[in-house]
């Protein structure tokens, strides 16, 4: 799988959070930020960290941005925050996610047809990180650093096989507490007899460590 090329505009608490969760994953990380302080810091985790003022556009520019797969903004300044994002369409970066600062500056964002407006804190940074990574993973809640609840979408190679011979617990980690199927309806801790189906929903709990390694998460 070809590394995805990801840049991360504006490194204050959301923005470092999700550079310092991506410098785990196999992606080439651009981290942008108009504070020296801050790029020094996420320097350390992103694959560069330039400083840079976003109103000067050929700088911005001159920066390859059409080699991007992903731009994130997280700016706290508005005008800036349209100004980036609408550079970001006309570089043809094919997706953008914005921060949102305000239930104005989110319909304007989604008026100009954005991907992905949130409005976040540091955890929810960290969930952005991982679904960018993987998009079988829907969700995922960490209890601590060693577990967490995740909503996974069932991969291709489980359906049709029973949980037994999946080997969840040992393969990744998981332990699965409840399965919602296409209809919506919860098999609350199913048998190791259940056969997995398209378009279910596995809901478990899950050893960090081990579902890093098997590359879920």
């Given amino acids: 799988m070809a590394k995805k090329h990801i840049l991360v505009l504006g490194l204050k608490t959301f923005g470092m959070s999700i550079v310092k969760q991506l410098s785990k994953y196999n992606c080439e990380v651009l981290a942008l930020?108009?504070?020296?302080?801050?790029?020094?810091?996420?320097?350390?985790?992103?694959?560069?960290?330039?400083?840079?003022?976003?109103?000067?556009?050929?700088?911005?520019?001159?920066?390859?941005?059409?080699?991007?797969?992903?731009?994130?903004?997280?700016?706290?300044?508005?005008?800036?925050?349209?100004?980036?994002a609408m550079l970001f369409q006309e570089s043809g970066i094919s997706e953008i996610i914005v921060k949102a600062i305000s239930e104005m500056h989110k319909k304007i964002l989604e008026k100009m047809g954005i991907?992905?407006?949130?409005?976040?804190?540091?955890?929810?940074?960290?969930?952005?990180?991982?679904s960018i990574m993987n998009e079988s993973v829907i969700d995922a809640i960490n209890f601590s650093d060693e577990y967490s609840i995740v909503e996974i979408n069932a991969l291709d190679k489980w359906v049709g096989k029973p949980l037994e011979r999946l080997f969840l617990r040992d393969n990744y980690g998981?332990?699965?507490?409840?399965?919602?199927?296409?209809?919506?309806?919860?098999?609350?801790?199913?048998?190791?007899?259940?056969v997995v189906e398209e378009k279910d929903i596995l809901v478990a709990l899950a050893d960090n460590n081990k579902l890093n390694e098997s590359g879920l998460l």
């Fill in 33 to 84: 930020d108009k504070s020296m302080d801050r790029v020094e810091e996420a320097d350390e985790y992103a694959t560069e960290a330039l400083q840079i003022d976003t109103r000067d556009t050929d700088k911005m520019n001159s920066l390859s941005l059409n080699s991007f797969d992903v731009a994130i903004i997280t700016l706290e300044n508005v005008e800036e925050s349209i100004m980036a």
């Fill in 115 to 130: 991907d992905k407006v949130i409005s976040p804190e540091t955890e929810m940074g960290i969930k952005l990180a991982k």
């Fill in 174 to 194: 998981m332990n699965v507490l409840c399965i919602k199927n296409a209809n919506k309806e919860l098999e609350i801790f199913p048998s190791v007899k259940y």
